[in-house]
């Protein structure tokens, strides 16, 4: 089936560096997200990506769709504390709202 | 702002029973997605609906049934749990299935 490879799987920061991760896949997607998850809680949707080459921000993050449409990335600029958690991309096909997610990338912010 | 509500917050089971976990989407949300995620995993899609009627379907064992009903809340009925069953089951909801899906806070199933 879709495979969504996230990479790094984990990263190990100072607070106030800035981080780069990517979501790559062996198929097109149509829609990428960027989604977040604390311990014990869902996802929070960050970012939602719909168009080949889009770039879009939210506050101090920035993503990517791919102009492959393969692959997507999530940059997060001057990290504070509060940015620990895994962060997962989900690829969506045309017409399906289901979404295939990555295996995530587990931040940890140093304060 | 309403989000979308689980419950239970937590269950515990033990082999061979039922449960039935329950999901009310954001209101106005007509569109539900349910989720399982198994420890250090990524979510894994499950099945969905759309006005009512079932539009997707993942790796959602046979054992599991699902359903939409009139008010837009869903529920998950699992018979015959097994321990591999013990995950975070999330349920998300979305307006007309847009890909902009939000996810309540999960049900943690224990089977013991």
């Known amino acids: 089936g879709q495979q969504l490879n996230q990479s790094p799987q984990s990263m190990f920061i100072q607070e106030g560096e800035d981080v780069s991760m990517n979501c790559t896949s062996s198929?097109?997607?149509?829609?990428w997200l960027w989604y977040k998850q604390d311990p014990g809680e869902g996802p929070v949707l960050l970012i939602a990506?719909?168009?080949?080459?889009e770039l879009t921000s939210n506050g101090r993050l920035t993503a990517q769709f791919g102009i492959t449409r393969k692959d997507s990335f999530l940059n997060i600029s001057a990290s504070i504390p509060s940015d620990v958690g895994i962060y997962f991309c989900a690829g969506q096909r045309a017409n399906a709202g289901k979404s295939t997610f990555g295996d995530g990338t587990t931040l940890t912010v140093k304060p | 702002a309403a989000g979308v509500i689980q419950s239970p917050r937590h269950l515990i089971k033990e082999k061979r029973e039922t449960a039935t976990l329950k999901c009310y989407p954001i209101p106005r949300h007509d569109t539900v997605y349910w989720y399982q995620q198994g420890p250090g995993q990524d979510p894994q899609f499950l099945i969905s609906?759309?006005?009512?009627?079932?539009?997707d379907k993942g790796s959602i064992p046979d054992r599991f049934s699902a359903q939409q009903f009139s008010d837009y809340h869903s529920e998950l009925n699992m018979s015959s749990l097994e321990l591999g069953d013990s995950a975070l089951y999330f349920c998300?909801?979305?307006?007309?299935?847009?890909?902009?899906?939000?996810f309540g806070q999960g049900t943690r199933l224990t089977v013991v």
């Open positions: 990506l719909y168009k080949a080459g």
């Open positions: 998300a909801s979305s307006f007309y299935r847009a890909a902009e899906a939000f």
């Open positions: 609906f759309y006005e009512k009627m079932q539009s």
């Open positions: 198929s097109i997607f149509n829609t």
